[in-house]
């Protein structure tokens, strides 16, 4: 995956409050002070391995000091990420450059269908943040919080997601990861979220929002290379089929059958599923990346989801 050394970055679409956390993660995979589930609130992992791994120890459930404001400073973030070849070299202007490129690409698909698009910044925390949904951890992973219209990620999940998953170094795993979440975005948006209620199962609404999410996240994909910045520069100069690989390779390692057999008890058990399996987070992310259709990305009226 290459940048564009020239492309301008737009910073304004992050929210820095790594400087103002509340100090360590709450630990293990548990959902910290209790952020509210639902709608697509939570994010790649979150509520799957909640349910899946909360048996682990750790739990998270420690409370966030009531002293955590959350405030954002952009400053740094902002001095250092201008331009397209700093997003080749730093991970905090690499996120930057994915964002915008999701965001720029849903703008003109929005416009395209005669819609509005509204633009959610991405939250960069350290430890523990609150939401409008509750208080999201370190813990829990990325998570896109319908309540603010805001995705919030503290950096070191890529880290996690390596050590403990085994997923590639790699920024297009970054790429899919932050795509899937505009994708829940996109839901939000569009009222999709509501189709949604608390059950859990292979074909549950839960799982149709999870993975169209990962449809979506394929569909940016499909038109990452094309999609400028404001001042019409490519973003992104090319994908290659190794960063493809790469990413599909991450989807399958969150797959709810990955997980409880690998990091759960061993045992598959499709009536606690909330995200989908393996192969089928693979199949829609290719379904996406290969269509470049949002409208292909219809899990809610697909009778098989793979």
Not at 6 to 11: E, K, N, V, Y
Not at 166 to 194: C, I, M, R, W
Not at 226 to 255: E, F, H
Not at 279 to 306: E, H, M, N, S, V
Request: hydrophobic content about 30%; charged content about 15%.
């Amino acid at each position: 995956m290459q940048f564009n050394d020239d492309a301008d970055l737009d910073t304004s679409q992050i929210e820095d409050a790594r400087g103002s956390g509340g100090g360590g993660g709450g630990g293990g995979f548990g959902l910290g002070g209790g952020l509210a589930l639902g709608g697509g609130g939570l994010g790649i992992i979150g509520l799957v391995l909640y349910l899946v791994l909360g048996h682990l120890g750790g739990g998270g459930g420690q409370g966030v000091s009531s002293g955590n404001s959350g405030g954002s400073d952009n400053s740094a973030i902002s001095a250092e990420c201008k331009k397209g070849s700093q997003a080749n070299a730093s991970q905090d202007c690499r996120v930057t450059a994915i964002v915008n490129s999701v965001q720029n690409y849903w703008t003109d698909q929005f416009a395209r269908s005669g819609k509005t698009y509204k633009q959610a910044p991405t939250k960069l925390f350290s430890g523990r943040t609150p939401t409008a949904c509750g208080t999201g951890t370190s813990g829990m992973g990325p998570f896109y919080c319908p309540g603010d219209s805001k995705v919030y990620i503290d950096l070191s999940f890529f880290q996690e997601l390596q050590t403990k998953f085994g997923a590639t170094d790699s920024p297009f795993v970054e790429s899919y990861v932050l795509a899937h979440e505009y994708g829940h975005h996109v839901q939000n948006l569009l009222g999709t979220n509501k189709k949604v209620g608390t059950a859990t199962g292979a074909n549950s609404g839960s799982v149709r929002l999870e993975l169209q999410a990962d449809c979506y996240a394929g569909v940016w994909a499909n038109h990452a290379s094309t999609t400028v910045d404001k001042s019409g520069k490519k973003l992104i100069d090319k994908i290659t089929q190794q960063d493809i690989n790469n990413a599909l390779d991450a989807a399958s390692r969150i797959g709810d059958d990955y997980i409880q057999k690998n990091l759960g008890n061993g045992q598959v058990n499709q009536s606690q599923f909330t995200h989908g399996s393996s192969a089928q987070r693979q199949k829609w992310f290719t379904t996406g990346i290969q269509t470049g259709d949002p409208a292909r990305c219809d899990t809610f009226g697909a009778t098989d989801l793979g």
